[in-house]
């Protein structure tokens, strides 16, 4: 119905889109701090072993793959493309800048998008093409990493912080129910949407920078990944559990601390180690990398 266009799942994708070209570019933006191996290397393992167990977890618990593959490893197949296009993007960048990069993403984007107008999702341009789709977002993100923050010298109050989240929020509904209401998909509509994330994301990290966020939150978004790889898993190993009908409320309730316990012993188990592995190897190379190795 049209109250459960109130939490779109998509939308927030695209905000991990800008928000993941964010954290790729902010650390790489000044001349002479990026190594392409080590970067390479630390990137694809930090992405690559929780995805590789969570899809060979999927099939034991009779995961359907193709909807695994459209509602969550597609993203995934993108973020490795566009850490393997990012080196490239460096050197565009330095004669173009971002801001052209970003208006030919869009133009290639809805190119693509006219070739498929009725599609609801990205589903329909497969591996090859919803990467591209979807490319805009990922360099508002790069855009972003860039800004000169520390000019930001007005204090940003909390209402104003609020308002900015209410109206992604409100965006973000918005776009979900055009999607499940209307003609017009979130191929249509999430590029656009992402211009708004970009402009949230910059009123959010200038008030991080003048008062510290919550720590629970922070805590929580370090396993976000686990959640968003084993949400689909850990449903589907709930439902082959013999459990009482406790009523609608707490069943909801319970389901959804089952699912969330899984994600986070995943984190644990599979995505923390998987992290350490990815940034010792990395500074391992680092170390021994060659000038060879290593781009402006």
Same mark, same amino acid.
């Given at each position: 119905?049209?109250?459960?266009?109130?939490?779109?799942?998509?939308?927030?994708?695209?905000?991990?889109?800008?928000?993941?070209?964010?954290?790729?570019?902010?650390?790489?933006?000044?001349?002479?701090?990026?190594?392409?191996?080590?970067?390479?290397?630390?990137?694809?393992?930090?992405?690559?072993?929780?995805?590789?167990?969570?899809?060979?977890?999927?099939? +034991?618990?009779?995961?359907? @793959?193709?909807? #695994?593959?459209?509602?969550? =490893?597609?993203? *995934? $197949? !993108? /973020?490795?493309?566009?850490?393997?296009?990012?080196?490239?993007?460096?050197?565009?960048?330095?004669?173009?800048?971002?801001?052209?990069?970003?208006?030919?993403?869009?133009?290639?984007?809805?190119?693509?998008?006219?070739?498929?107008?009725?599609?609801?999702?990205?589903?329909?341009?497969? +591996?090859?093409?919803?990467? @591209?789709?979807? #490319?805009?977002?990922?360099? =508002?993100?790069? *855009? $972003? !990493? /860039?800004?000169?923050?520390?000019?930001?010298?007005?204090?940003?109050?909390?209402?104003?912080?609020?308002?900015?989240?209410?109206?992604?929020?409100?965006?973000?509904?918005?776009?979900?129910?055009?999607?499940?209401?209307?003609?017009?998909?979130?191929?249509?509509?999430?590029?656009?949407?992402?211009?708004?994330?970009?402009?949230?994301?910059?009123?959010?990290?200038?008030?991080?920078?003048?008062?510290?966020?919550?720590?629970?939150?922070?805590?929580?978004?370090?396993?976000?990944?686990?959640?968003?790889?084993?949400?689909?898993?850990?449903?589907?190993?709930?439902?082959?559990?013999?459990?009482?009908?406790?009523?609608?409320?707490?069943?909801?309730?319970?389901?959804?601390?089952?699912?969330?316990?899984?994600?986070?012993?995943?984190?644990?188990?599979?995505?923390?180690?998987?992290?350490?592995?990815?940034?010792?190897?990395?500074?391992?190379?680092?170390?021994?990398?060659?000038?060879?190795?290593?781009?402006?």
């Amino acid at each position: 119905g049209i109250y459960g266009n109130l939490f779109a799942g998509v939308p927030a994708v695209i905000v991990f889109f800008v928000i993941s070209g964010f954290c790729i570019h902010y650390p790489h933006r000044s001349p002479g701090s990026f190594s392409l191996l080590p970067f390479l290397v630390r990137r694809y393992l930090r992405i690559g072993i929780p995805l590789i167990v969570a899809v060979l977890l999927a099939r +034991p618990f009779h995961v359907n @793959l193709t909807l #695994f593959q459209n509602s969550i =490893l597609w993203s *995934l $197949l !993108a /973020e490795l493309i566009y850490y393997t296009l990012y080196p490239v993007l460096r050197r565009l960048r330095e004669r173009f800048g971002w801001h052209q990069m970003i208006v030919v993403s869009m133009v290639a984007a809805y190119s693509v998008v006219l070739c498929f107008p009725t599609a609801n999702d990205y589903s329909p341009f497969g +591996p090859p093409l919803a990467w @591209l789709v979807a #490319f805009p977002c990922w360099l =508002l993100g790069c *855009l $972003l !990493a /860039e800004v000169d923050f520390q000019k930001s010298v007005a204090l940003i109050s909390r209402s104003h912080v609020w308002r900015w989240r209410l109206g992604i929020w409100f965006l973000s509904s918005l776009c979900s129910f055009l999607r499940f209401h209307s003609p017009i998909g979130y191929p249509w509509t999430l590029n656009l949407f992402a211009v708004a994330v970009y402009f949230w994301l910059r009123v959010e990290i200038a008030a991080f920078r003048q008062q510290q966020g919550n720590p629970w939150m922070e805590w929580a978004g370090r396993w976000s990944y686990s959640v968003y790889l084993m949400h689909m898993i850990a449903n589907a190993a709930h439902g082959r559990l013999t459990l009482p009908n406790l009523g609608f409320n707490l069943n909801w309730c319970l389901k959804m601390i089952f699912i969330l316990g899984i994600s986070y012993l995943f984190y644990l188990v599979v995505e923390k180690p998987g992290h350490l592995i990815a940034r010792h190897l990395g500074r391992w190379l680092t170390h021994r990398n060659s000038p060879a190795l290593s781009q402006p």
